[in-house]
Every structure is written in C-alpha cells, then in structure tokens.
C-alpha cells in the first residue's frame, strides 16, 4: 500500500480563449497548483466567429502559461468528454464568476456527467478582481478602441489592437 505510487490528477480547462484573459489566467494558476497535470484545451468549433483563429489562440495561450512547466495547451474537436478520456483526465475545470455562470455550467457538467460520469466537473472561483471580466468584453472595448490595462496580458493586448488598428 505505502510504496503504491499516486496516481497523477490530470485537468482540462476547456474554452473558447477568444482571446485568454487574466481570468482565464488566474484559474489557470489554481488548477496548476491542485492538480499534477492541467491541460488548457481549445475548442476548435465554435457557434460563432472568432476573432481570433486557433492558431492564434493557441500561440498566445502558449506565450502566457510558458512558465507553468505542469500546464499544456492543446486544441480538441468534437466532444469534450471524448477528448477528456482520450487524454485520461478525471476532471475537467471550470471557472464561475456570479451566480449568473451557474445555470450554464450546471447544465453543461450535469450534461458531462451523462456522457462520462467518471470524470468530474471541479469549479473553481477567479479572483474577485476578474469576477465581471469576459472575452467578449473585452473584444467589445477593444473594438471601439478603449482598453484598460490590466484585463488581459500584455501579449494579448497587443494582438488586440493589431487587429483593431
Ligand atoms: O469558454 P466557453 O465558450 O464557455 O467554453 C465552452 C466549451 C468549449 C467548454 C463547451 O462549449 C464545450 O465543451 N464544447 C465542446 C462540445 C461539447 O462537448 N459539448 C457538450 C457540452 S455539454
């Protein structure tokens, strides 16, 4: 029993990402700090556009989570539950920012559950500074030209007002 080696927790966080913000950051740094292995796994089909394409994505997700050696980032199609078992992971991570997230991520984890009920939907709170923090606010402001610092990383800023300018 003792010399029995733990098994490895393995996360995903899936999303959009479109594009990562210092939410998204700050979830990404507890789930790095609880679990062995967290995987940020980009959703390739999304209901609607983009901004930014998965490519672009990926790379900035890529640029912000380079320091956490125990965080990858992937991109997956199809089901969530497929790739959460094909990658072996036991939880999928979610963040919830106000009560209005819940509803959402009830219904999509009680959904998860249905398809694979070995693997367990974690939610986890941001900090309260990104509590009304979202990616689609963000793109809004940047759009019309007027963003504050400290909503996303610099690395993103940046991509932000290059596809704005
Ligand atoms: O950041 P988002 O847009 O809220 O992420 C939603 C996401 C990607 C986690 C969700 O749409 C998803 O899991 N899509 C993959 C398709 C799937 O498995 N759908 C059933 C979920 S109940």
């Given at each position: 029993m003792g010399s029995e080696k733990a098994?490895?927790?393995v996360a995903v966080y899936p999303g959009s990402f479109d594009p990562v913000t210092n939410g998204h950051l700050d979830l990404i740094a507890r789930g790095a700090e609880i679990f062995d292995r967290l995987i940020v796994a980009i959703t390739r089909n999304l209901e609607k556009d983009p901004l930014f394409d998965v490519k672009e994505r990926m790379e900035m997700l890529e640029t912000v989570t380079f320091d956490w050696?125990?965080?990858?980032?992937?991109?997956?199609?199809?089901?969530?539950?497929?790739?959460?078992?094909?990658?072996?992971?036991?939880?999928?991570l979610r963040g919830i920012r106000a009560v209005s997230d819940y509803e959402y991520e009830l219904q999509m984890a009680m959904m998860?559950?249905?398809?694979?009920p070995r693997i367990e939907t974690v939610f986890m709170l941001p900090g309260e500074a990104?509590?009304?923090?979202s990616s689609r606010m963000v793109k809004e402001i940047a759009r019309l030209g007027g963003l504050p610092k400290g909503l996303v990383p610099t690395a993103v800023e940046e991509r932000l007002r290059a596809k704005f300018s």
């Open positions: 098994k490895e927790v050696k125990n965080v990858e980032v992937d991109v997956f199609d199809g089901l969530l539950m497929d790739y959460a078992r094909a990658r072996s992971a036991s939880v999928i998860n559950r249905k398809i694979e990104y509590s009304y923090l």
